[in-house]
């Protein structure tokens, strides 16, 4: 039953973490961590982050093209005909000859066109000014996701490692019970029941140490990982979950409303929606005329019997060109608006269902934490109680007293006590950083950004 038990709580641990390829750094000497400095170095680190910032440059790229439209465009073009032998045109019994054999004609040509009055331009740019915005909310997405997975990650080495070092106390416990059971039997004071009992409990614990040991490892990959730098890199975490007890009871005073107006995925819908609405003023502005303005220059020299250019005769033209389309009648233009309408309608229903989803979320997460601050104040006392449990155990065995069952169970019921603690600490600690997530929390994203 106790190795079950330990076996179980290695398993949580485990399960908890997801190995995957590590990318990054060097490894070097020995890397100290603290909280904040393990979200700095997975913002700067992280390859999702830089992905979502290059997009943004992307986005930055397509709101220049749609303003750039509006800039006047300059071509040259140029081309050289030479006629081996011209065509000859027979009218009844006439013949005209067009053109000259053996000779060459030049025509070159400057155009600069300008459009003076482009509607679908200029709803375009405002569209290309809101995707840019959603660019830039995606990217503080996946901040606020990795913060999320950083946060509960460094939270994870933290509880393996309190879990490690309950065990190895409750191992060397273990150790010291039969150090004195078996010298009570070498003297003839106990049974070789009990030796055997101690033995075993001692022998029953080193696999559970070595999983523990092992947690820690993984805890501490999983967040390698996370900061995008090299598995092989040494880190540091210090302190345990015992230190954020007082954090824990502070937060849990705060009775503060949690409003979603920072959550990113209501911001993404505001913006969809935004951008929907925009979509629609692009396709109804292809209803309007446009009105362009172009200009040419044109030189062209014919019939040149050598390629002697500087004494060719050339003639030159030039023109202005004010141009107007209208649109009458284009059924792909209703179809389009008839398919955005919808789209606004279907954007509509998901918001208001992702609202509902959000705020059972938030509620979940505050009762999690409600219940999780209760119980680490109620699994404190169980340990007291505990240690004090294992005290009179081990005073009565060694005066004739207990046996060796009530010895074992205390120290099983003690380490059963500290785990419990430490695990509760974390699942509130855990949930407050899925809060934060929800609630769209960036306090550590402007830390970053000053840093920077």
């Not at 709580?9 to 490894?27: D, F, H, K, N, R």
């Amino acid at each position: 039953m106790n190795r079950r038990f330990f076996s179980r709580v290695i398993m949580s641990l485990a399960a908890a973490l997801a190995v995957v390829p590590a990318t990054g750094q060097e490894s070097g000497q020995v890397l100290k961590l603290t909280l904040e400095d393990a979200v700095r170095i997975a913002i700067s680190e992280n390859p999702t982050i830089k992905v979502a910032e290059q997009q943004i440059e992307l986005k930055k790229i397509s709101k220049d093209e749609a303003w750039q439209s509006l800039l006047p465009s300059a071509d040259l073009s140029g081309t050289i005909q030479y006629t081996v032998l011209a065509a000859v045109m027979k009218l009844n019994d006439m013949e005209f000859k067009m053109g000259k054999d053996n000779t060459s004609t030049w025509n070159g040509q400057f155009q600069i066109s300008l459009p003076i009055f482009a509607p679908t331009v200029y709803a375009t740019m405002n569209l290309t000014r809101s995707d840019l915005e959603n660019a830039v909310e995606q990217s503080r997405s996946s901040r606020l996701d990795l913060v999320n997975q950083v946060t509960k990650a460094y939270y994870q080495v933290i509880l393996a490692q309190d879990s490690y070092d309950v065990l190895c106390k409750s191992f060397e416990q273990a150790q010291k019970n039969f150090d004195l059971v078996n010298s009570m039997y070498e003297l003839g004071g106990t049974s070789e029941y009990d030796k055997i009992s101690a033995e075993v409990q001692v022998r029953s614990m080193n696999p559970s140490v070595i999983q523990a040991r092992n947690a820690v490892s993984m805890a501490k990959l999983q967040l390698l990982v996370l900061m995008g730098i090299s598995a092989d890199t040494e880190i540091s975490i210090e302190g345990s979950l015992e230190d954020y007890e007082e954090q824990l009871y502070v937060e849990s005073l705060d009775e503060s409303g949690y409003s979603l107006d920072n959550n990113t995925n209501m911001r993404q819908l505001e913006l969809s929606g935004t951008m929907l609405n925009q979509t629609l003023r692009v396709q109804k502005m292809n209803f309007l005329p446009t009105l362009a303005l172009s200009g040419s220059y044109s030189f062209q020299s014919m019939y040149n019997e050598d390629w002697n250019i500087g004494n060719y005769a050339w003639a030159k033209s030039s023109n202005v060109v004010l141009s107007m389309s209208v649109p009458v009648f284009r059924m792909g233009n209703f179809t389009k608006l008839r398919s955005t309408r919808l789209q606004i309608s279907q954007l509509a229903e998901n918001r208001d269902y992702t609202e509902r989803q959000l705020g059972m979320q938030v509620r979940n997460y505050r009762d999690n934490m409600s219940a999780n601050a209760e119980q680490v104040a109620s699994n404190r006392e169980a340990i007291q109680q505990a240690e004090k449990g294992r005290e009179i155990a081990s005073k009565r065995y060694e005066i004739g007293k207990g046996t060796i069952l009530e010895l074992n169970n205390s120290e099983v019921s003690l380490t059963q006590a500290k785990l419990t603690y430490s695990q509760s600490i974390y699942n509130y600690l855990a949930a407050k950083a899925d809060l934060d997530k929800v609630l769209g929390v960036d306090d550590n994203l402007t830390i970053d950004k000053e840093n920077k």
